[in-house]
């Protein structure tokens, strides 16, 4: 029993970071139908970021409200200089636009922090919560909490507010939003700044289980891409439950049967579900009209 | 006719320095000090950098200036073999020290080995090495070292049962399976074998599962880069009182300070000497090695000391050492010297060399060392 409550326990925690970085990936792709590669790299810059400040004398709260801050500015300066200027381009070519951007981020991270592994200190002490004989540490909580906070956020910001609807008249159709007045660059802009920010706050949160260097962005992007799409791209209900789902299986695999399936025995149940349902779980049906 | 005099003098000069800069001793590099395996490549690049600053300072070998040829190969063994081919046939080095990783100096050994040019190389697998390739000498121990030198360690503990749980990463893999290889060797049975993903954020169930495994005594963590770091915050985390061993490949101040002080309380791992230079006896030969060679390094660069960088800094020893025997920078003759290497001491171990034996180190080249308070311990 309490075997199963520390696999349950391991699975969420991992799939608290995936669900995270999965919530980042539905702004933008909401406003654009672009899957931005470079959302991993986001997530590394808030852990980066937060570890440098820290270690230079910056209170740990400041720390990372400044690399949130620092982050979503790059996530606005990467829109503005590399996905504005290639405007009418078909949606592949700024799909690879956001790869070459996550490479220039890997790389200027090398140049301007370094090479090593970092941490900084976990926001409520190491000390593991104990529940029936099982273990979690409080960090966990944190990143858990930031989860669902962040997936509440968009869920208002898309199904309540103005501006949410806004982007989502964006994607359907950049032309006719235009012209009920909906200023899309802003929106565009306002996106890649709220993606970059949620990306930098799954690093700001997840750093000290995960630990951050100049090269996890990739792996992060990959799991996050991953629940993404097994919840449905796009919704940020399909994001939290994907994320969730995917850590959930890898916790159980390794724990059951064998720590080698695990990441093999994800993608079996992604590929199963988007064999059955394209658009995975809860995606939204397209509804092109020709 | 003093202009004249003048022009003769400095075109006289510069030939002169031209005849001088040709005399030079060329020696090549091809490391990684950019890509996936920066943190290795990095502080090997600036070792090298910074010993031939030293060994021209002092005058160069047998008074001839060095001259460093160095590349960055990105961690791509496409690259390094490009790059090798450039030092061996451009720069007509008279011998290579790099290869950061198993990959890139497996590239380069085939070009050294094809234009009979010595290569020293830094990377950790025993194909290197094995078999004997005459033109081919590595610095670093090998990962069935590292198993040997734990194993006795456990077999002295008495456990006869332990637990593994490797990277999924080429270190890890290569390491579990020689660790699993030697392990009959000492009497002892792996009743667990468990992996991760290096990039794995959790290990709890993995560790669980290992922690149940029946009449387990003892367990190891064959990993590299932020996974063992992981790996041992997850042990103290489900609060596992089993003895815990680290691999070689995180013998670094900065395992300590990302697993937390506490949680790398204990944990038993194989390190060399350049880790506790302070520890070490008055008259251990290795001593003032590493001592001055975390001196300069720290002084240089402002970094930490690593192993990775004593590897480079032993390469650049075995091979200025092997031209200043020889008395002649031909590559042939560096070859041959390099080979009767006897008895050097350097930051991972003394390096004795045979025909047999181009690695040159034994298991006494590893101090079992265990972490106590946040710092290194030797077990004696």
């Known amino acids: 029993m309490s075997e199963l409550l520390q696999f349950l326990f391991s699975g969420v925690t991992v799939g608290a970071v995936y669900a995270l970085v999965a919530l980042g990936f539905t702004i933008i792709y909401n406003a654009s139908d672009v899957v931005n590669f470079a959302q991993g790299e986001f997530v590394m810059l808030g852990g980066m970021i937060t570890w440098f400040a820290h270690a230079a004398g910056l209170p740990l709260p400041l720390a990372a409200l400044s690399a949130i801050v620092v982050t979503a500015a790059l996530g606005v300066a990467m829109n503005k200089l590399m996905i504005e200027p290639a405007r009418g381009a078909p949606v592949v070519s700024l799909i690879i636009i956001t790869i070459g951007a996550s490479i220039f981020i890997q790389g200027g991270t090398q140049l301007i922090f370094d090479k090593q592994i970092h941490s900084f200190p976990a926001f409520s002490g190491d000390a593991p919560i104990r529940v029936g004989g099982a273990t979690i540490l409080p960090q966990s909580l944190w990143v858990i909490g930031g989860a669902l906070v962040v997936f509440l956020g968009l869920w208002v910001f898309f199904t309540r507010t103005l501006l949410g609807r806004a982007v989502l008249a964006t994607s359907n159709n950049r032309l006719a939003a235009q012209l009920v007045g909906i200023n899309t660059n802003f929106v565009m802009t306002l996106s890649f700044a709220l993606s970059a920010g949620i990306g930098a706050l799954a690093g700001v949160l997840a750093t000290p289980i995960t630990l951050v260097a100049y090269n996890v962005g990739i792996g992060f992007a990959l799991k996050g891409f991953a629940g993404a799409m097994l919840g449905g791209m796009g919704n940020p209900k399909g994001a939290l439950v994907g994320g969730f789902a995917i850590g959930l299986i890898e916790a159980m695999t390794a724990g059951y049967l064998s720590s080698q399936y695990k990441d093999a025995a994800a993608f079996i149940v992604i590929l199963a579900v988007l064999f059955f349902l394209p658009h995975g779980l809860f995606g939204r049906k397209s509804t092109d009209r020709v | ?380």
Not at chain 2, 171 to 190: H, L, P, T
Not at chain 2, 242 to 267: D, T
Not at chain 2, 303 to 322: E, I, M, S
């Open chain 2, 1 to 380: 006719m003093k202009k004249t005099l003048t022009t003769t003098a400095l075109g006289l000069l510069a030939a002169l320095g031209a005849t001088a800069a040709m005399a030079d001793i060329k020696i090549g590099a091809s490391v990684s000090a950019t890509g996936p395996a920066a943190f290795l490549g990095d502080p090997e690049a600036k070792t090298l950098e910074m010993l031939v600053e030293e060994t021209n300072a002092a005058g160069g070998i047998n008074g001839e200036k060095v001259v460093l040829v160095l590349y960055d190969d990105g961690g791509d063994p496409n690259k390094a073999r490009t790059f090798a081919t450039r030092l061996v046939e451009d720069d007509e080095v008279v011998a290579i020290v790099g290869g950061t990783t198993t990959g890139t100096s497996m590239s380069i050994l085939s070009v050294t080995e094809d234009a009979e040019v010595p290569f020293v190389s830094l990377a950790g697998a025993i194909d290197i090495i094995q078999p004997v390739k005459p033109f081919t000498f590595k610095t670093p121990h090998t990962d069935r070292m590292a198993c040997q030198k734990i194993f006795e360690d456990m077999q002295k503990r008495g456990f006869t049962k332990v637990g593994l749980i490797s990277g999924t990463d080429g270190f890890g893999a290569s390491m579990q399976a020689q660790c699993k290889d030697v392990v009959s060797d000492y009497g002892i049975e792996i009743v667990a074998d468990e992996t991760y993903d290096p990039k794995d954020s959790d290990m709890t169930a993995q560790l669980t599962k290992i922690r149940n495994a029946e009449g387990i005594q003892a367990v190891l963590n064959p990993g590299f880069g932020q996974g063992p770091s992981i790996v041992t915050r997850n042990y103290k985390q489900l609060g596992i009182e089993l003895p815990f061993y680290q691999s070689h490949g995180v013998a670094s101040a900065g395992f300590i300070e990302l697993a937390g002080v506490e949680a790398a309380e204990g944990v038993r791992l194989p390190g060399n000497a350049l880790l506790i230079p302070e520890l070490l006896a008055d008259g251990d030969v290795q001593k003032p090695i590493v001592t001055a060679y975390k001196a300069a390094y720290e002084a240089k660069t402002g970094q930490p000391v690593g192993t990775f960088g004593g590897y480079a800094h032993d390469g650049w020893h075995l091979v200025t050492d092997a031209i200043k025997r020889a008395g002649s920078a031909e590559p042939q003759a560096i070859r041959d010297a390099l080979e009767a290497t006897s008895g050097l001491a350097g930051t991972t171990g003394i390096y004795s060399m045979s025909a047999e034996d181009h690695l040159g180190l034994d298991l006494s080249a590893f101090r079992m060392l265990e972490i106590r308070d946040g710092k290194w311990a030797l077990v004696e």
